[in-house]
């Protein structure tokens, strides 16, 4: 590479890592170090450096959440992309002049608040709700059953809002794929079913890789979702941080329990990114 | 020998367009069959029928005896070499072979030999490892056909299988097509477009045209008896002349009157009668040019000409010669050591000639003209009247 041409593309790269250095970076690291300060009881931060937080988090309650976090994410990701797969492969069979109009039936939901979807879940959960009266009719729920304030409240909901999310990559990838790949897939004797399993999966496989992470790590870090559909029994960690953060005034606290959250995002996306470098290289 | 595959009047609809318009056909077992035709002609609509990525409307396809009209594309024993060869770009070459058998179910060590066999006979013994995008277009060529084979279908289809090479590979893998076929000894069912590949290596044609075949037969029997002006002109290159049916000269013979054109003589095996409309279709490279009449002969056509251009290609020179508003096609080929003689060259006057038997005659009805006017890529266009 020439020298002209090494200085030209930093100059591209510069801006925008400058950028994420300064409002992300720096931040982060910024969160870490309080976690090793000591709290003061006016909810501040006080001076001098203390383990004191990060032995605090060995609270065998922690555990439990940081274990629900993890299953209702993956639970999450796993639905989404078992939704999001079939309707990618439909999205990119469709005759051309459908899919616009199908693309943006998936994006639609986004014209609404967040919020006011949320809330619109809870009503339809809700006791005297719709769709709890609806069930119950028809003999499919007992009428002192709940279907808000718990776990699957929170991942029906968190399916609800990251589903889109995950089909945009999904349907990217879908929409280049070969499909006359399947069809000399069944030439040669496969099923409709080993078909999709065996050239269309691997074919769209960096778009389900974007979708995981996609999905994965804003369904780790929610906070919203499980805070109005979910239970005290159901809290994730972003509730935890949340409490520490307004209730408490324990920043240290809050800041351990974030770098933890942080790690466990940073090694999905490592094991990811190692699995995607794999593929490159044949 | 019974057929061995038979497509039983099948027609195929797309939308308002007829694709396929009551084809009935029938191959023979081990056979080298082509369909030729333009774009749009069918010849693929039917060869995906035969796959089973289509179904007809109407109509039967039977393989072996066996009606397979209905049976889904992985129940048949046919399979497919893709135009873009389809290979799977996760799997390696030998991945890409071995795929038919492991859906088979076959054991590991089954599969084993049998991809090292085919890699033997497509002579890609070291490059088994690779992928696809690591190889050329002319071993990805291979890998498809080594792909299909492993399967021993009883019917091999090939779909436009040379048309992303380029000519020189195009004409190696031609022979290698060739051998493969005498080697494997099954049934092949080709498409293409293009007439010297499916003269090169057919047992025999079906030239189609707007969802129908208009001839089936030998190479030579389509070439030298086209039996419409539509395969006359879509094979090999022709002079058309409208002209009338004047009368017999003898049994086998008749005078034909052409308009602005001296009355030539044609051997007449349609016993069309007098006053008939028909084309008379001459190859370029049945005319002769001299400067001298030819010596009397009593069927032998001669007319005065005018050399328009005259292309000398090495084996033989391409003239175009005038007559009247006729623009006439005529290759001469060079047996002599051409520096010998005295070539002729644009501007003289000639004559062309051509035996009264090296004519055949085309009835002339509306279609057939638009035909004419609807044949796309043919290397020079036919004799073209320049009113």
Known sequence: MTGGKARREWAVTLPSFAWLVALFVIPSLIVLAIAFRPATPSGGIGAGWTLETLRSLGNPNYPAILWRTVWLAVATTAVCLALGVPTSYALARAPKRWRNLLLLLVIVPFWTSFLVRIFAWRTLLHPEGPLKRALVAVGLAAPDSQLLYNSGAILLVLVYTELPFAILPLYAAAEKFDFRLIEAARDLGASSWRAFRSVFLPGIGRGIVTATLVTLIPALGSYVVPDLVGGPSSEMIGNKIAQRTFTDRNLPHAAALSALLALAVLAPTLIALAANRRKESP | MAEFLEFDSVSKHFGSVRAVDGVTLAIRRGEFFSLLGPSGCGKTTLLRMLAGFERPDTGRVLLDGRDITDLPPNKRQVNTIFQNYALFPHLTVRDNIAFGLRIAGRTGKEIDSEVDKMLALIQMEDQGT?????????????????????????????????????????????????????????????????????????????????????????????????????????IGDTNFFEGTVAEAVDAEHSRLRIDGFPDVLVFNDKQLRTGDLVYLSVRPEKIGISREPPADNRLRNAVHAHVDEAVYLGSHTRFWVRVQDYRISVTQQHNRYLLDEKPIRWDEDVYIHWHADDGFLLERYSESDENLMTIPGIDGAPAERTR
Do not use: C, W
């Open chain 2, 130 to 234: 690779k992928k696809p995008d690591q190889i050329s277009g002319g071993q990805k060529q291979r890998v498809a056909i080594a792909r299909a084979l492993i399967n021993r279908p009883q019917v091999l289809l090939l779909d436009e299988p040379l048309a992303a090479l380029d000519l020189k590979l195009r004409q190696r893998m031609l022979i290698e097509l060739d051998l493969i076929h005498d080697e494997v000894g099954i049934t092949f069912l080709y498409v293409t477009h293009d007439q010297g590949e499916a003269m090169s290596l057919s047992d025999r044609i079906a030239v189609m045209n707007r969802g129908k075949v208009e001839q089936l037969g030998t190479p030579t029997e389509i070439y030298e008896a086209p039996r419409s002006s539509f395969v006359a002109a879509f």
